[in-house]
């Protein structure tokens, strides 16, 4: 069962067997953090933040797993794909090299028309400021921790080469080795929505990471969860990016263990000055499972913050994903994509608070929607009275590919600065009959027209990843998601 | 060889096309002229199988085969082009990736084996090279934030590219300027051949200076009025389309000159 009084039962029992548990100021944040749970329980749409996804439905739910998993093969599988995403990209660069093309400047670019006033190549590429990895990379380059069942597994995990000054690891083991540096990133029990207080209450372990001042972390630190064979797992990711620190950090939820799981997931990210996160977010479950994640960045002066969303798994997906600008010239980049069919239903609710002056952020998500699916965008800004020259983007487009399927984008504006640029619009459409039309007299049949047409509305989100083994990895798992006899791959 | 009998069309239940007649011989090259709201493009959408189209009556005949049967891509992949009067642009989607599908897609069809990246490289190379279009439009979107003349172009880069046996050319010549119109009237001239018939559909006397036809139709109010040698279109470079009702003899003549039906 996933009923309140099953979660309270449950932190009654474990909860002075867990990790850290001799922690006097985790053991407070567990127990308020189970207490609020209680108290506000599984959120409905009565609920402000939920009113297009209830989870009432979980107070009757049960979980079990029908059909266990190896990790084993699912950790090689998603390496296999990397490694060929990575050769691809690698072969388009060499193919294209000397030509005028460079998809990710040219996309972004087109669209800031309207007189942008201050150069911010960073942000819209999202690429760290350092020299970018040579195009012949070794197979599975970069840093991959596993976590099985919510727990590290050092053995399926494999950390390469780390300059001095970078801390990568497992949260139960920093809370061993350094409960003080733990503790200033952890959060509480207050945080976010009803769901992320239960991840409080009940997360164990998930990534480590430390970044020192100008510590650069040039491959992608790959941070893999698989379920193996529990019904739930809860994963709190902490990343504390010292000044100028700079680092890409990506999250898999590959499909797992099949049956009603649960999986919450918290990861906060604390940018200080300067510094350049990157952070790509692909979920995959399998279909059945229930996703409830939380992504919470806070922005020093000039940090830089780019954000990914793939989420294309889940019979029920949730991220919560909110970024304060807290210092001047602060950068974000939310970008996002979601795919779902059948009956499955996909929300992002984002929050960007601009708290500071002259803070850039730039929001695009897209849908596309199948079968009786529901995707759900709120994007909420918040530009406080002293962010001044505040300049705000959002936009979110779906596409619904069945009749049945159902988009709600909804943009939130509060600003209370009078010297701001803010700019917002949502769309929900179908494919051109124009150019559908185009393709098909052409000689394309309609199905292959289809598919051409969602995969390009799609990959403009992609296009913005500016690290090229990870946009090709993103449009292999967005391949992998639409039905395609036809060779799309070569839309790329 | 085309054989159009008795063509009745209508969009959301209006009447367009009210009886049209037209037959187009192998390797001829018809113009139709007409004025605006005349019925031109709806012909040129209904030949190429849009569906928003519907067709109430007559009859098609193209080689012995009932072209409105089949629905639009199997129309091109038999060899029927319609060069578009305004041509879509389709984000997301580059010039080579639809290019290279639509190549292919008419070779299969054909029996031919579908080209690799470097024979068609070098094929869409030498292509470009002839109407005049930098290798850069390659890889943009398709049509995307192309000017005017370059989206003409690219339509005349296709014809050549998909080699069609009935080539329709839906006023391809507005809106450009008299150097864009004498690329895409040398594309097309080009193109001519014994095999290949063309429809070339146009408000203006101007681009048959360029593209010679072997007959010129006038069409009026969803039907062909008046048909003729190229002297036809001086006729109604001269006296515009009003003369055409006049001319008639009286059955709608008291239409005002140009006036839409």
């Known amino acids: ?492 | 060889m085309l054989k159009i009998n008795n063509l009745h069309a209508s969009v959301d239940g209006k009447a367009i096309l009210k009886g049209l007649d037209l037959e187009v011989g192998d390797g001829e090259v018809h113009a139709i002229m007409g004025p605006n709201g005349s019925g031109k493009s709806t012909l040129a959408q209904v030949l190429a199988g849009r569906d928003s189209f519907t067709v109430t009556d007559g009859n098609v005949d193209w080689d012995g085969t009932d072209l409105l049967a089949l629905p639009a891509e199997e129309r091109a992949r038999a060899g029927l082009f319609l060069a578009f009067q305004y041509p879509v642009e389709i984000p997301g989607v580059s010039n080579a990736y639809f290019l290279k599908a639509a190549v292919n897609a008419i070779r299969r069809h054909r029996g031919l084996p579908e080209f690799d990246a470097m024979d068609f490289l070098a094929r869409v190379k030498a292509e470009m090279k002839a109407v005049g279009m930098k290798e850069e439009f390659l890889y943009r979107s398709v049509n995307e934030g192309f000017s005017g003349g370059e989206k003409k172009r690219n339509e005349i880069l296709q014809m050549a590219l998909l080699e069609p046996k009935l080539a329709v050319l839906d006023e391809t010549d507005s809106g450009l300027d008299i150097d864009a119109l004498k690329i895409v009237a040398d594309g097309v001239n080009r193109l001519r051949s014994p095999e290949r018939s063309m429809i070339v559909i146009t408000h203006y006397q101007r681009l048959l200076d360029y593209i010679v036809p072997d007959q010129v139709h006038v069409l009026s109010q969803g039907r062909i009025v008046r048909s003729g040698g190229r002297e036809l279109a001086l006729e109604l470079e001269e006296h515009g389309y009003g003369w055409i009702d006049t001319a008639k003899g009286g059955e709608r003549a008291s239409g005002a000159p140009g006036a839409r039906p």
């Open chain 1, 1 to 492: 069962m996933s009923a309140v009084d099953f979660w309270l039962g449950r932190h009654r029992e474990i909860a002075a067997g867990l990790a850290g548990a001799k922690l006097p100021w985790l053991a407070r944040v567990r127990d308020e953090a189970i207490g609020r749970f209680a108290d506000e329980g599984w959120p409905t749409t009565r609920r402000e933040n939920w009113r297009h996804t209830s989870l009432a439905f979980m107070e009757q739910q049960a979980l079990s797993v029908r059909e266990t998993v190896q990790p084993e093969r699912i950790l090689a599988a998603l390496r296999a794909r990397f490694d060929a995403a990575t050769q691809t990209s690698a072969h388009l660069a060499s193919a294209t090299s000397g030509g005028s093309r460079e998809p990710t400047e040219t996309g972004t670019e087109s669209r800031r028309s309207g007189g942008s006033r201050e150069p911010q190549p960073s942000l819209l590429t999202d690429a760290p400021a350092s020299p970018r990895p040579a195009t012949q990379q070794t197979a599975s380059a970069g840093h991959w921790l596993v976590f099985v069942d919510g727990h590290f597994a050092p053995a399926l995990s494999a950390i390469g080469g780390l300059p001095g000054g970078a801390q990568i690891g497992s949260l139960a083991d920093a809370l061993k080795q350094t409960p003080e540096a733990v503790e200033a990133a952890f959060g509480d029990a207050n945080d976010g929505e009803p769901p992320e207080a239960l991840n409080a209450a009940f997360a164990t372990d998930g990534a480590w990471i430390r970044l020192s001042r100008g510590v650069a972390v040039e491959q992608p630190i790959h941070l893999v969860f698989v379920g193996a064979a529990a019904t739930d797992r809860h994963l709190r990711n902490l990343i504390v990016a010292e000044a100028g620190a700079q680092a890409t950090i990506v999250e898999h939820y590959p499909a797992s263990a099949a049956g009603t799981t649960l999986t919450t997931a918290a990861t906060r990210i604390l940018a200080a000055q300067d510094s350049h996160i990157v952070h790509l977010k692909l979920q995959e479950e399998a279909p059945e499972a229930i996703h409830l994640a939380t992504i919470d960045a806070v922005q020093a002066r000039g940090a830089v913050f780019a954000s990914h969303s793939l989420s294309f798994g889940a019979r029920l997906a949730r991220n919560d994903i909110r970024t304060r600008l807290d210092g001047e010239g602060a950068e974000a980049l939310l970008n996002g994509l979601y795919h779902a069919d059948g009956r499955r239903h996909v929300d992002h609710h984002t929050r960007i608070d601009h708290a500071a002056p002259q803070g850039t952020s730039r929001e695009f998500y897209r849908g596309l929607l199948d079968g009786s699916a529901r995707g759900v965008f709120t994007g909420r800004i918040l530009v406080a009275q002293d962010a001044q020259r505040t300049d705000a983007m959002q936009r979110c487009d779906n596409l619904l590919l069945s009749r049945l399927a159902e988009a709600d984008a909804r943009p939130e504006l509060e600003i209370y600065a009078d010297d701001v640029k803010c700019a917002h619009g949502a769309t929900v459409g179908q494919i051109d009959d124009d150019a559908l039309f185009y393709l098909r007299s052409r000689g394309l049949d309609a199905t292959h027209a289809r598919q051409v047409l969602t995969y390009a509305f799609a990959a403009e989100v992609l296009d913005r990843i500016a690290h090229a083994p990870l946009r090709a990895l993103g449009r292999a798992a967005l391949l992998e998601r639409l039905p395609a006899e036809a060779r799309l791959e070569e839309l790329s």
